[in-house]
Nanobody
């Protein structure tokens, strides 16, 4: 299953963006967002189960909101008060099995990534 991410773009510091990730034809137990900034490794951002349980990285906890629409097999990431350090390629990922996974290696399904650039 190829996940389909969209919604990235260029925004000024303090602005907002909403990312979407569709999983065509399948509902996964847990879906997540990761990001990778230039020269850095891929880091966990947020995750949400099909039941609505969420996890956030400390760096985004009070600014980003993850949600899912199970009827549409789609996950969203509402990003508010964006800062230049949020600039990265954002990837969506999914896993079918239960577990509070925050490592990239725990997710077998990935989208192609969408670029978010925050200017100062």
């Amino acid at each position: 299953v190829q996940l389909q991410a969209s919604g990235g773009g260029l925004v000024q510091a303090g602005g907002s963006l909403r990312l979407s990730c569709e999983a065509p034809g399948r509902t996964f137990h847990r879906m997540a967002w990761f990001r990778q900034a230039p020269g850095k490794g891929r880091e966990f951002v947020a995750a949400c189960t099909s039941g609505g349980t969420t996890d956030y990285a400390d760096s985004v906890d009070d600014r980003f909101t993850i949600s899912r629409d199970n009827a549409k097999n789609t996950m969203y990431l509402q990003m508010n008060r964006l800062q230049p350090e949020d600039t990265a390629i954002y990837y969506c990922a999914a896993r079918a099995t239960p577990g509070r996974a925050i490592g990239a290696n725990s997710y077998p399904y990935w989208g192609q990534g969408t670029l978010v650039t925050v200017s100062s």
